[in-house]
């Protein structure tokens, strides 16, 4: 069984940065692009960034120059750099795969003073 495991989430500052990584484990097939979105209480699942259904790497226009998505082949882990953070990127962000299959448990990120 596939699992997504999320890290790197937190309470930060407004302007503040953080970075979050996503492990993909035991997966019995390559799985070469990762997607992430997040949430919010009472509102839909929104897609944020990184590449979904084939397409290339995009973003959402409100995370766009703060945001980066990005690979480790490496480590096999996926990053999402956050930084300039807003009040309004408060949600539970999670990973997963491009076509969506494969879901993390999801991290908090708080921004607040």
């Known amino acids: 069984q596939v699992q997504v495991v999320e890290s790197g989430g937190g309470l930060v500052q407004p302007g503040g940065s953080l970075r979050l990584s996503c492990t993909i484990i035991m997966s019995q097939f390559p799985i070469n692009h990762m997607a992430w979105y997040r949430q919010v209480p009472g509102k839909e699942r929104e897609w944020v960034g990184g590449r979904r259904y084939g397409m290339t790497t995009d973003y959402i226009d409100s995370v766009k120059g703060r945001f980066t998505a990005s690979r480790d082949n490496a480590e096999d882990t996926w990053y999402l750099q956050m930084n300039n953070l807003k009040s309004e990127d408060t949600a539970v962000y999670y990973c997963?795969?491009?076509?969506?299959?494969?879901w993390g448990q999801g991290i908090q990120v708080t921004v607040s003073s």
């Open positions: 997963t795969d491009q076509y969506a299959r494969f």
